[in-house]
């Protein structure tokens, strides 16, 4: 008898995973009524299947690379632009920002341009092309080589650049936020890129819309020790609200 459960609870996992894209650990236990445990156990069995991926807090349908930067630009469009406003709005005339790639960190290059005296580092080409073109701003590209579907500089050189600089200001993206309050990204490279980039400045700021809510992707970011808030464009969800300011992470809700 208890084979024929947890097959029906397998195809219901990869139901969910595959209507939602994701699914947390907690949720599946408490849809199908069982401990964790057992579903980490059946996580494991579909991951070894390679019917899912098993990552930080639960399971994602295999998806090992971000969308491309040209089709995630329309994604929550109201949604980014909120934020980014928030996000301007933390910065001071003559401030030292670092800015990341991504379409909600682009959103924020475009509302700087009621500021002055800037100087902006960025590994984003559409955030250095409209900043020289729109702006006064003093502009620095971050050198590497560059992702094409990021549409941005990236690597060993481009983390060399970032340590050169003495930040203010960073303004991060990120692959999501688990329910668990954990913020993760796509692959190793980018996640590093992105700690060092927290690393280099006084103060950072996570820039996720809410589209990235629940979104299990496979790397943990490592926010420990780092002076970081996040700015969103809606309430997280309770139980990874509470995660967050239980690690005095700030969070800012943008109106």
């Not at 299947?49 to 994604?75: K, N, S, T």
């Not at 500021?115 to 971050?142: D, I, M, N, W």
């Not at 050198?143 to 060993?156: C, L, P, Q």
């Not at 692959?175 to 950072?204: C, F, I, K, N």
Request: aromatic fraction near 2%; glycine fraction near 12%; include cysteine.
């Amino acid at each position: 008898m208890g084979r024929p459960l947890a097959i029906r609870r397998q195809e219901e996992i990869l139901r969910r995973v595959g209507a939602e894209g994701a699914a947390g650990v907690g949720d599946l236990a408490a849809a199908l009524g069982v401990s964790h445990e057992t579903v980490r156990r059946d996580l494991k069995a579909l991951a070894a299947r390679g019917l899912l991926a098993v990552v930080h807090g639960g399971a994602v349908r295999h998806q090992p690379v971000e969308a491309a930067f040209a089709d995630r630009i329309a994604e929550n469009a109201a949604g980014k632009a909120a934020i980014a406003r928030a996000a301007a709005a933390l910065v001071p005339d003559g401030s030292v920002l670092l800015i990341d790639s991504g379409t909600t960190t682009l959103a924020l290059a475009q509302a700087l341009g009621g500021k002055r005296g800037l100087t902006v580092c960025t590994t984003s080409l559409a955030a250095a092309l409209h900043l020289v073109r729109h702006t006064t701003h003093a502009v620095h590209l971050l050198g590497g080589e560059v992702d094409r579907g990021e549409e941005a500089t990236a690597g060993v050189d481009t983390l060399a650049a970032i340590g050169r600089f003495r930040v203010d200001l960073a303004f991060i993206g990120a692959g999501g936020l688990t329910p668990d309050g954990e913020v993760t990204d796509y692959g190793r490279a980018a996640a590093e890129q992105r700690q060092h980039m927290m690393r280099a400045a006084a103060r950072s700021w996570l820039l996720l819309d809410s589209t990235k809510f629940g979104r299990l992707t496979p790397m943990r970011l490592d926010t420990t020790g780092a002076n970081l808030g996040l700015v969103v464009d809606a309430e997280p969800p309770a139980a990874a609200r509470r995660a967050l300011r239980k690690r005095g992470i700030e969070i800012l809700v943008a109106a």
